[in-house]
Structures are given as structure tokens and as C-alpha cells.
């Protein structure tokens, strides 16, 4: 949006500048001028203490309320705590050898405070915080103006605290004439919007609060306009592309008469849209979202054959080798012998055997191969097809955009590109981020799909989190199989927070559930006796995973201990029970994801959520949310809320970091649908040179970063 790409070091100098590098990879002036403050407080205020995240880099405006230094026991140096306060609750700020400290910390002095927040002996503590004092001989009126001027809150980190940012914006912003408009001035005068100049200065320097509030509103204008003028800009381009026509024969008659079952009404209707697609002579670029088993693979697999019968080839592109894998066993199962013949399904990863890797790359490039699964190896150079028509991404948001793109033009003529994620998206970012995608949604689930009951377990109930076990054993000698996911693959070692060279050792929390851990105690669990556990994790050789993964689905392994590599995929009808150790480590759709691994057979799945998260906290309230609905599109909804587009997003637009920083898709969806329209006016009546310039750059980048 922005278009000054000065490097920060000959402004700021070079340690700066790296430190800016390093902590938020800035380090153009467009970058730093593009970190926006998070919220504004005021000298007169307090921030309230209680609200405070643990574990997180804070800025918190306090008052001294006392001081005090103690020689540490059984070693040299002391420890200087300071306490303040914001009217209600208590912080403690602990410092190591530094007493000289108190005399600016004394009583009654008021100021920020910068650094991560922790618990140290039941008390919420900052170590070695970095801190600015306000001054307090002002009186009068020059007072009350200097006490009510916003200040600016950055996201902050390690050696950068926020006035720090704020004093390095202020040089870039005096080293800086003006910075060019991008819009034309008669559509933010329509608007009521101030120029993207002075919105710049005052989002960064307000005197009044009203002045970051206009600096918002035009920034928020911005983006949401250079959001909608990018997708515009796709739309209008592919309008000019040409695919060959491909319509469904005897392949696709020989595959549905074969089915035990019949389809959904939403796979019937999602695939006439498709045929409708392909079938139309112009590429199809359509998001397929869907319940985890809502029959998303047979829709894909139903178009793959389509485009087979007129000896196009298609490529399903998964992002883990397990995943791949999966994808290539299902759907020859799906196939059956015949037509897995007739299409010669071939796998190509990067731990294929040679022989394999050479025969797969051959019957690729000669045609053979009319259906290739594959992993990032799909993407190589090596990697040639005689005639890629049809292009399927699953999970489409753990890829960038030019990984995408890589893959698409290896076809001759443009492929039809479909994409698939069982992550449902609500509508108002779907129109937001997959603007230039036609959509479409499937919300049924096959006839046989068995309900999963969900439960929110506390690690301060012994007797219920006993109880887990001895469910999972229940589950077992029923003659079914669980999982048992953790957040970390390995215990670390104990951390110790260093200060200036100097350690001082600080309580620290339980550390969360680790998969090699797990697996060993439970064989010693006595509910769990006897049973046969297995272990699932990334670091793993492909071999090793490939080998437990085929075991538990075989039935030999019966419960399997595991990270979050089996979130998407994983298919195993007989898994009906899902433990998830400290679940509040994970999102929403995460939770909602793991807990779709079971329920996928013939009986009813139970999802246990084990966690030691406080009744009432933010992270209790995601766990309660999705104990409470089985329905991913609420869930998806209340996880935007929750977390924000900036996480949610990932990089499913821009092939990086979401570039929404200000606009909010549900709060903004208004603003978003006008900027639809005004974007689309823009490309017809042809773009003005500085944007036409600044969405050149913004593509680039994407590209690169992807």
C-alpha cells in the first residue's frame, strides 16, 4: 500500500535496523511506517493489570507503589523488586544488581513498562523490564493536554519496546516530505477520508484521539480497497485465459456405478458446478470447503475422471507425506483395479524409491499417468506432464501462492484449478480473502456418519482425568482404537531467564504434554495395561511414519500417541476415541480438525480435551465453545472473533504474513463490499499510474515471500 523502500539502516542506523529485522522482519521505511500501533493509552490512565496475557511481550501504563532490595541467598548480587499497581491489582518488576534503580522507582512515580509477562511465586512479575517515566512538573492546562495525549501502544519485542518504535517512526517520519496517495482523492472526498498522508502522521503521532480515529477509518479504506483492486485484478485476468472443454464419459459412468452408497445432494449439486466448469472452455478456479467427511476427495475425485476421459491428467497436490499417502491408498481403494489401472495412479514424494521416483516421472511425462499425488515434489523441475489439465490442492491454505502457481503452469494450456479445506471459512472472509474463487460449500455429511460427544476435562479434577484412560480402555476392549495427540514432540530442558550475562532462576509453569513422554508413561498406566501403543511424530523418518501409520490402521497398534501431524487426512474408521493433551495449546480449528480423526466408522467418536487452563479464561472459553457444537462454521466464526484475521489468515492471500492489519472482515464487511464496488469501477475505467505501480510491487512481493 505504501511506496518508500529506503532501507531503515541509512535512517536508523544499522543495529537498530537489525533489530527490526530481526523481531518483526522489517526493514524498509514502507514496512516500518505499515506497523501500526495496536491501541493508544493516556499518562492519566492505568492499564488494568488483571487483563494482562501470560507468557506475552505487555506495555502496561503503572504506578509505583513501593520498592524494596534484598541480598540473594547463596549467591552474590541482589535483586531490586519493584511493585506497582493500577488501582486494583498488583506487578512486580524484579531486577538483578541494578538498586540504583530506586531512585527513579520511588513512590508514586508514574510510567510504561515493557517486557514478558510471568508468574513467579504466584505473582504476576516482568523481569529486567525496560521502562520510560512521565514527567510530573507540568501544571495547569499544559497538564491536562500533556496527560491526555494518546500514546501509542506498538506490538513490541526483545530490545524494541514500544517508545522505542515510536521514536524511530518519528525520525523516519521527519526524514519523510510526504507519502504519495495511491487512490484518487475524489473517492476518499467521497468517502469523508483523509489523505493516506496525513492518515500516516496521525496514526503514528495523534494529538486527539480524533485523530487516530480518521487515521483508522482511511487506512482501513486502504486496505480494503487494495484487498478487493488485487482480486479484481485476477478476475479480469483469467477472464482472458482459455482451458480445453473436458466432459464426463465412461470412466466417470464405470466409477458412480460403483458405489456402495449413494451421493449427497451437496456432492450432486457441487459436482454439476464443476462438470459446468469444465466443460466451459475457460479455467475453473473454485474453493471447495467442506466438514471434515463431507466427501470432499470423492467430488475431486468424480472431476479427475471427467477430465481423464479426454486423456487430460491431474495432479493432486497434498502438503505432508502422510496426507499423500492416504490420498493415493483411498482413492485407489475408490477406484478399484480397473480404473486405477486406466488412469495409472502413480505417488510421487520426496522419500520415493528411485526406481519408483523414475517410473512415476515417466508415465507423467509420456501421459501414462493420468492421475499423479504428491507432496512439494509435485512442484520440481524435474517434474514434466505431457498434458496437466486439472490441478487439486488439498488444504489449500498450508501452501503459498507461487507454490500454487509453480504447479499450474506446468500445464500447456491453463488447468482447471480446484481447491479443497476442510478449515470452514465464514462467508464474510470468503468474499474477503477468495474473492476472484467461486465458492462452494458442502455441509452434509455421507449416511453412516456417526455423532462425536465432546468434553472439556480439568487437570484439577483427578478422578476425571483418570476417568479419560479408563474411557480410552473402554473404547479399546470394544474392539476400537483412540489417539492421543500432544503439542510437543519432546520435554525440553529446564529454561532459565538470563539477565545482562547473570541467570536469575524463575519458577516456571508445567511444561506442556510431549509425545515421547506420553507414550512411555501410558504404557505404565495401569488402566492401559497390556495394550499395544504406538508413537507418531514429524521428526520421525518418513519410513518410520509411513510403518506406524499402516500398523494402526491395520488395527495392530491400538492406541496412538501423536502430534498434530494427523490433524488432516488421517482416515481410520475404527478410531472412535480423541484425547487431546493441554488442548488450550491449540486453535479452534485445530481442536475441530483433530476431533474429525474419529466418528468416521460405524460407531459414535468421543473427544476428550484435557487442559489446565482456568474456569473463565479466554482459553477455557475456545475449549467450551468447541465442546459445545460439532457445526465448523460457527466455530470458525467465533475463532475469528477470538484470534483475529492476522492469525486466521496465515498466508493464504499473500503467500506470507496476512497483510490485514487494521481492516476486520466481520466488523468491516460493509466497508469491504463498498470497496468491492469501487475496486471493479477502478479496473474498468483504468487504474491510475502510482496504483497501478503499487500492485505490481505488492504481487512481487507475494511471489517472493512464497
Known sequence: MLNDSRKLGALLGERTAKAFLKHFGIETVEELLAHFPRRYSKRGELTQISSLPIGEMVTVVGEVLSTSNRRLKGRSGSLLEVVITDGTKQLTLAFFNQAWRQKDLHQGARGLFSGRIGIFSNKLQLAHPDYELFETELTGEEAKAWADLPIPIYPAAGSLSTWKIQKAIDIVLTATPSVDGILPESLLASEGLISLDEAIRLVHQPKQDVHWQQARDSLRFHEAMFLQLQLAKLRQARTNQVATSRSSGELLGIFDKSLPFSLTSGQEEVGEHIAKDLASGSPMHRLLQGEVGSGKTLVALRAILSVAESGGQSALLAPTEVLASQHYESIRRALGPELSERLGVRLLTGQLATADRKRALLDMASGKCLLAIGTHALISEKVQFYDLAFVIVDEQHRFGVGQRELLRLKGKTSPHVLTMTATPIPRTMAITVFGDLEISTLTELPAGRQPISSHVVEVSKPALVSRVWQRVAEEVAAGRQAFVVCPRIEGDTQEEQEFEGEELELEQSVAPAAAVDVAEALKLNPALAG????????????????????????????????????????????????????????????????????????????????????????????????????????????????????????????????????????????????????AEDLIASGLPAPLQLALEKADAQALKRS
Do not use: W, Y
Not at 507418531?536 to 519410513?543: D, F, I, K, V
Open 531 to 678: 495394550l499395544s501403543i504406538g508413537l507418531l511424530h514429524g521428526r520421525q523418518a518418513n519410513e518410520e511414519k509411513a510403518s506406524v501409520m499402516a500398523a494402526f490402521a491395520a488395527g495392530e497398534i491400538q492406541v496412538l500417541v501423536s502430534t498434530t501431524v494427523i490433524e488432516v487426512g488421517v482416515n481410520v474408521p475404527n478410531a472412535t476415541a480423541m484425547v487431546i493433551l493441554d488442548a488450550d495449546r491449540f486453535g479452534i480449528s485445530q481442536l475441530h480438525q483433530l476431533r474429525g480423526r474419529v466418528g468416521r466408522g460405524s460407531h459414535s467418536g468421543v473427544c476428550l480435551m484435557v487442559t489446565a487452563s482456568e474456569p473463565g479464561s479466554l482459553a477455557m472459553q475456545r475449549l467450551e465453545a468447541v465442546a459445545s457444537t460439532t457445526d465448523g462454521f460457527k466455530l470458525s466464526e467465533l475463532d475469528l472473533e477470538l484470534r483475529g484475521e492476522g492469525d486466521v489468515l496465515g498466508d493464504v492471500q499473500s503467500g506470507g504474513r496476512s497483510q490485514l492489519k487494521l481492516l476486520r472482515v466481520i466488523r468491516d464487511a460493509d466497508l469491504i463490499a463498498r470497496a468491492k464496488v469501487f
